[in-house]
């Protein structure tokens, strides 16, 4: 009788076993896989990370150095330049230069230097700056400007800038209340004409050599004529 219950237990017990519902092995995997994956998130090696850093820095290295390289076409004298030269088209030639040329005149502004005048000596194959010409011609030694105060009838009406005039004095009353009037020898370019604070004057500049201040200052009345030549 024990016997008997003892395989009726066995047999039960495998019933039992053989009942129960086993994973598929591919689940299992995934689970594991899932589990691993949460607990060993992926990352970029460091040295992936460096390599791409590196070339990134060098590609903008180069990209900034083609940039610096680029040439640009500036006006250099074509030879050198003495001061108080009037710059002509044979004094100018293009050339390029790599780097910023901002503060060169470019090449195709070579145009505003003509008729200037060189303010300092120039070296040949110079970059040239606008600073370094004017639009007037410096005095040269032995020339001054001058001033006078003249009203009208003294100065034709129509007397302008570079008007080139002879200078008329007029000396004060002498001893005998006798007055000489005279046109001195040499003549004058007009450097400006501008209207007098007093409203009825008008002052007028001349550049000369530098006897004429002499004799406009000493003269009791002063009169211009204008020439021929501008």
Not at 98 to 119: E, K, M, T, Y
Request: with cysteine; proline share 5%; charged share 20%.
């Amino acid at each position: 009788m024990a016997e008997l219950i003892t395989d009726a237990s066995v047999r039960r017990a495998r019933k039992h076993n053989n009942g129960r519902r086993r994973a598929p092995a591919g689940a299992a995997i995934g689970k594991a896989m899932a589990a691993s994956g949460r607990k060993h998130p992926i990352r970029i090696p460091e040295v992936v990370l460096g390599v791409v850093l590196v070339a990134g820095c060098a590609l903008a290295a180069l990209l900034w150095q083609r940039s610096n390289g680029a040439a640009t076409t500036v006006v250099v004298a074509a030879h050198p330049i003495a001061r108080g030269t009037v710059i002509t088209p044979a004094d100018l030639v293009g050339e390029q230069v790599a780097g910023n040329a901002s503060a060169f005149v470019a090449g195709p502004d070579a145009h505003q230097l003509l008729d200037r005048v060189a303010l300092i000596d120039i070296e040949g194959n110079s970059p040239l700056t606008a600073s370094m010409f004017a639009d007037e011609v410096p005095l040269a030694e032995g020339e001054a400007l001058t001033s006078v105060a003249l009203t009208r009838g003294q100065f034709p009406s129509d007397l302008a800038t570079e008007d080139r005039v002879r200078i008329v004095v007029t000396t004060p009353v002498d001893a005998t209340g006798q007055t000489t009037t005279t046109m001195l020898d040499e003549d004058a370019i007009v450097w400006s004409v501008q209207a007098a604070p007093d409203g009825v004057s008008t002052v007028v500049t001349v550049r000369g050599p530098i006897g004429l201040t002499t004799s406009i200052a000493s003269a009791a009345k002063v009169q211009l004529a204008t020439v021929e030549g501008r």
